[in-house]
């Protein structure tokens, strides 16, 4: 709590904080008025889901420029920058007349995502550097609370009555809030790294993170999607308990990333992801058990594992030797995304193929992936 204490007393580390906060609060935000665009827009599913992954190709195109840009103006800019751009873009969707300017504003809505999400990884990840401090873990359980206060705006659809307009709201949040605070972080830039030319050797322990990065993204994205279904068809579970594994599953998530930061600070990034994986194999081996309130209960470790390994992969790939840290997140963030988009699918063929158990038995598998890897790292590392 120590980190939570920090972001909360001091405006240099909420700035950064904030801007995590808003980057879920308004994708959520869209999130909840997605069947009102279908609707409004009179288009089916399949088309939803077409339109759906322009918004993730409009991330993975600025991922290999991003790092250039945030070296070019400076991170603390980049951070601000995008995070206003993607007020202002997320209001494009909302307000599209026709089903082809919403691909095109999903595509930009997802780019500025995109640009935020690596800007603001590599502003904490320089003021760490610069202040000798650790907030990373708790800047992600902002990233989480963001997500409730979108959730909580839900509420508000019946008073507010307008899609477009709630949203307008959020935005207006995001944009006051921040003109607050962005002088305080504004200035900063990524420190110069002494490159070195590519060899094996360098891109061997980025390649690794990665690697976990895209692995365990890609089982948070399954979990998020398929808990309610595992619940329902395997653990056969009342209905009002159906829910209750992301319910779990969250709640642990943004408790952990508020603890991670003094427990990484004592025991270092490395241990503190292989920590994580040994707690969520655990959890994995609970909701195998179908029994319905052991798998609540998994699932509840199993957020409680990923919530602390995101942020300290963020962090390690930010200190790789030879690599900026732009360059360094943004690999994190690109294989992260990829996994988190493609796990759920993957996860799906396999359920359908074969059975929902078997799914996630390779979850659970991924994991003891995730815990050998992080022992390779630990071993490299000495």
Not at 283 to 306: D, E, H, K, W
Request: glycine share 12%; net charge positive.
């Amino acid at each position: 709590m120590k980190s939570l204490v920090l972001i909360l007393s001091n405006p240099r580390y909420f700035g950064p904080a904030w801007v995590f906060a808003c980057l879920n609060l308004l994708f959520g935000t869209w999130a909840i008025y997605i069947p009102s665009v279908k609707e409004k827009l009179g288009i089916d599913k399949a088309d939803l889901g077409i339109a759906i992954f322009f918004l993730a190709l409009g991330v993975f195109t600025i991922f290999p420029i991003a790092a250039w840009i945030i070296n070019r103006i400076g991170v603390g800019k980049a951070t601000f920058y995008g995070v206003i751009l993607s007020g202002l873009t997320a209001l494009a969707p909302l307000l599209a007349p026709n089903y082809y300017v919403l691909m095109a504003s999903l595509f930009v809505f997802g780019a500025t995502n995109g640009f935020t999400d690596i800007s603001m990884n590599t502003l904490v990840t320089e003021i760490e550097k610069e202040d000798r401090q650790n907030f990373m873990s708790a800047a992600h359980g902002f990233f989480s609370l963001g997500g409730v206060l979108a959730g909580l705006g839900s509420f508000l659809i019946v008073a507010i009555g307008n899609p477009a307009l709630h949203m307008a709201y959020a935005v207006a949040l995001v944009i006051i809030v921040n003109l607050f605070f962005y002088k305080k972080y504004l200035h900063i830039r990524a420190a110069p790294v002494e490159k070195e030319g590519f060899s094996l050797k360098l891109f061997k322990p980025l390649l690794l993170i990665g690697i976990v990065s895209f692995v365990v993204m890609g089982s948070e994205g399954a979990v998020v999607d398929w808990s309610g279904l595992f619940l329902k068809e395997v653990s056969m579970a009342p209905e009002t308990l159906i829910g209750a594994g992301f319910l779990a599953f969250s709640a642990t998530m943004t408790l952990g990333r508020f603890l991670g930061d003094s427990i990484s600070a004592k025991i270092g990034s490395i241990k503190i992801v292989g920590l994580g994986s040994l707690i969520a194999i655990v959890g994995y081996v609970l909701v195998l058990s179908t029994l319905t309130y052991l798998a609540i209960t998994g699932f509840a470790l199993i957020g409680l594992g990923f919530s602390v390994i995101i942020p300290e992969l963020f962090r390690i790939g930010g200190n790789v030797k030879g690599v900026e840290s732009a360059q360094g997140v943004s690999f994190i963030a690109g294989t992260g995304y990829t996994g988190f988009l493609l796990g759920p699918v993957i996860l799906g063929f396999i359920a359908e193929s074969y059975s929902l158990e078997l799914s996630f038995m390779s979850l659970l598998g991924c994991c003891v992936v995730v815990l050998v890897a992080t022992f390779i790292m630990y071993r490299k590392s000495r």
